[in-house]
């Protein structure tokens, strides 16, 4: 059988930071992890979707910076499609918490931006914006500005612009935190639908229990302080998911082992959000 080929591959890495008093802060230490190309049983590259699950303050948002190449480890190594990362690259899209669109572009323009500094033909722009912006739901709003919008829908526009340069590898940093239940609820089914249209992997970080069961095929439970992987654990959900997954007896039950794990996990130290 042949090995699944790893998008990313992390390998024994640390992040060290020194407070303003030259105290040594250890933020990260011996992280170990792989994300795999994931294929459907017909052959279909479909990427993967994992999570990394953690306390608030446990480093995930620094280890997915160094993933991006925003930040470099104090050791270790970070290898994404078989090259270490030594800075951003147009494999990898990131997707942060806080609304990121240029408030003096319109949505379309938005989108279209990081094709047409790459060169892109405005033609192509033109269709594949058109095309993603339809896929968000935000086709009547082509011509606005981000700053008429609400959060969801701003990082709509986000997931959009990110998916329009075709990366292999998309990170996202808590990008639904900030907004309220049923918006979040929402633009969480609208990222599976699109996810499952592409073939990149995703690595989600969240600190909301309910989310991580929901989303990923895979969740890396971390600690904290310093923050490490403390397990790996498969979601044995099948996709599609819909709503009423969150209702099942099994996904309370997988909710409540993994709210139990972060508990008993070394170094806890943090705000774990959990829906029941």
Not at 54 to 81: F, H, W, Y
Not at 169 to 177: R, S, W
Not at 189 to 200: F, M
């Amino acid at each position: 059988m042949e090995t699944k080929k790893a998008k990313i591959a992390i390998h024994k890495v640390c992040r060290t930071f020194y407070s303003p008093k030259g105290e040594k802060i250890e933020a990260l230490k011996d992280v170990n992890l792989e994300v795999e190309d994931a294929f459907s049983p017909a052959g279909r590259d479909i990427g993967e979707f994992r999570v990394l699950l953690g306390p608030s303050g446990c480093g995930k948002s620094t280890l997915l910076r160094m993933i991006a190449g925003l930040d470099q480890p104090t050791s270790g190594e970070i290898v994404v499609n078989g090259q270490p990362v030594t800075g951003p690259g147009k494999d990898r899209g990131m997707v942060f918490q806080k609304y990121t669109s240029f408030p003096w572009l319109t949505v379309r323009q938005n989108v279209e931006y990081g094709m047409k500094i790459n060169g892109v033909p405005a033609t192509q722009r033109a269709e594949t914006s058109s095309r993603l912006i339809k896929a968000v739901g935000l086709s009547q709003f082509a011509d606005v500005y981000p700053d008429t919008l609400s959060g969801g829908m701003q990082q709509r526009v986000a997931i959009a612009r990110t998916l329009a340069l075709r990366p292999s590898v998309i990170l996202m940093d808590e990008p639904f935190g900030a907004l309220d239940a049923q918006t979040r609820s929402e633009m969480q089914q609208l990222l599976l639908t699109i996810w499952d249209e592409t073939a990149c992997a995703i690595l989600f970080v969240t600190h909301d229990v309910e989310e991580a069961v929901y989303l990923a095929d895979r969740i890396f439970i971390m600690s904290s302080h310093p923050g490490t992987i403390v397990e790996d654990l498969e979601v044995p959900f099948n996709r599609p998911r819909d709503l009423e997954l969150k209702e099942r007896t099994e996904f309370h039950e997988l909710q409540h082992y993994v709210l139990g794990r972060l508990k008993s996990a070394p170094g806890l130290g943090g705000n774990v959000r959990v829906s029941i």
